[in-house]
């Protein structure tokens, strides 16, 4: 699971992996960590990050993540997918997810040549499926999420890699 948030002029991308024993690797802008996550009885995460513990507690408004940890609150944004879009992001055939929701079903695989419109991954979001299709004709060159993800608005779905004419 890859998320991206904005925290003032600073970009951070998470790439959740989970392991075995319960725990996850975290990759944060380049650098891993191994994270516990267990819920607290008051709505919080009691987190051990490689082996420091945090008490942390969230609620999102729109694209914005509202973190408190230690004693200190941070804004952390969602980027808007139609935002990095228009800026030109390095991948522009990349597909997202339009609104929060969980991955129903994985329709491609690395490798897969596909064409704009063709539907690549079905969400379920508030009790309707969404078919995510292709931005672009393309090949699939990375998958970002797995049947039974959780995603948030604007999170990276699959990394496709658009194919020049010549």
Same mark, same amino acid.
């Given at each position: &699971?890859?998320?991206?948030?904005?925290?003032?002029?600073?970009?951070?991308?998470?790439?959740?992996?989970?392991?075995?024993?319960?725990?996850?690797?975290? %990759?944060?802008?380049?650098?891993?960590? *191994? *994270?516990?996550?267990?819920?607290?009885?008051? /709505?919080?995460?009691?987190?051990?990050?490689?082996?420091?513990?945090?008490?942390?507690?969230?609620?999102?408004?729109?694209?914005?993540?509202?973190?408190?940890?230690?004693?200190?609150?941070?804004? %952390?944004? #969602?980027?808007?997918?139609?935002?990095?879009?228009?800026?030109?992001?390095?991948?522009?055939?990349?597909?997202?997810?339009? &609104?929060?929701?969980?991955?129903?079903?994985?329709? #491609?695989?690395?490798?897969?040549?596909?064409?704009? /419109?063709?539907? %690549? *991954?079905?969400?379920?979001? &508030?009790? &309707?499926?969404?078919?995510?299709?292709?931005?672009?004709?393309?090949? #699939?060159?990375? %998958?970002?999420?797995?049947? /039974?993800?959780? #995603?948030?608005?604007?999170?990276?779905? *699959?990394?496709?890699?658009?194919?020049?004419?010549?």
């Amino acid at each position: &699971m890859t998320f991206t948030y904005q925290h003032h002029d600073q970009t951070y991308t998470v790439d959740l992996q989970p392991n075995a024993d319960g725990t996850y690797t975290a %990759l944060i802008n380049g650098r891993s960590y *191994v *994270v516990q996550a267990v819920p607290t009885a008051d /709505g919080g995460l009691r987190l051990t990050l490689d082996g420091e513990r945090f008490t942390v507690y969230t609620a999102a408004q729109g694209n914005n993540r509202h973190v408190s940890v230690g004693g200190n609150s941070y804004t %952390l944004t #969602v980027p808007d997918a139609r935002t990095a879009r228009r800026r030109g992001a390095s991948a522009g055939g990349d597909l997202t997810a339009q &609104m929060p929701g969980q991955i129903v079903s994985v329709l #491609v695989a690395e490798g897969d040549i596909v064409t704009r /419109g063709q539907p %690549l *991954v079905i969400l379920e979001a &508030m009790k &309707m499926e969404i078919r995510a299709t292709a931005p672009s004709d393309g090949q #699939v060159k990375r %998958l970002l999420v797995q049947k /039974g993800d959780v #995603v948030e608005r604007g999170q990276r779905l *699959v990394e496709i890699e658009e194919i020049s004419a010549e």
